[in-house]
């Protein structure tokens, strides 16, 4: 199986900064676009920012030029730099990732989630 753990959320005042780390393990073969997703409360869960294998990334209109994904292919983990915090940033933070495992043989592409870290921006 394949297991994706999120860490670094926490509490923090507008305009500061957080950052967000998610590892993924388990039988990996490769392990391919990385995500991360947030919910607030009441709301629907919505994408941040994605980086594929190769680095190219996109990010959500309301957080470009705040936040910053990367990765670390050689660690299986992504990271989310949230810089210039606001109140509306506050949610759920998950983590995605899409891998092909091993097992005896190559299996197609799934997407696995974490359990989410909690971000709450105080105004």
């Known amino acids: 199986q394949v297991q994706v753990v999120e860490s670094g959320g926490g509490l923090v005042q507008a305009g500061g900064s957080l950052r967000l780390s998610c590892a993924a393990s388990?039988?990996?073969?490769?392990?391919?676009?990385m995500g991360w997703h947030r919910q607030a409360p009441g709301k629907q869960r919505e994408l941040v920012a994605i980086?594929?294998?190769?680095?190219?990334?996109n990010y959500a209109d309301s957080v470009e030029g705040r936040f910053t994904i990367s990765r670390d292919n050689a660690k299986n983990t992504v990271y989310l730099q949230m810089n210039s915090l606001k109140p509306e940033d506050t949610g759920v933070y998950y983590c995605?990732?899409?891998?092909?495992?091993?097992?005896?043989?190559?299996?197609?592409?799934?997407?696995?989630w974490g359990r989410g870290t909690q971000v709450t921006v105080s105004s």
């Open positions: 995605s990732a899409d891998v092909r495992r091993w097992a005896g043989s190559v299996l197609p592409l799934s997407q696995y």
């Open positions: 388990g039988s990996i073969y490769s392990l391919h676009d």
């Open positions: 980086i594929t294998r190769d680095g190219s990334t």
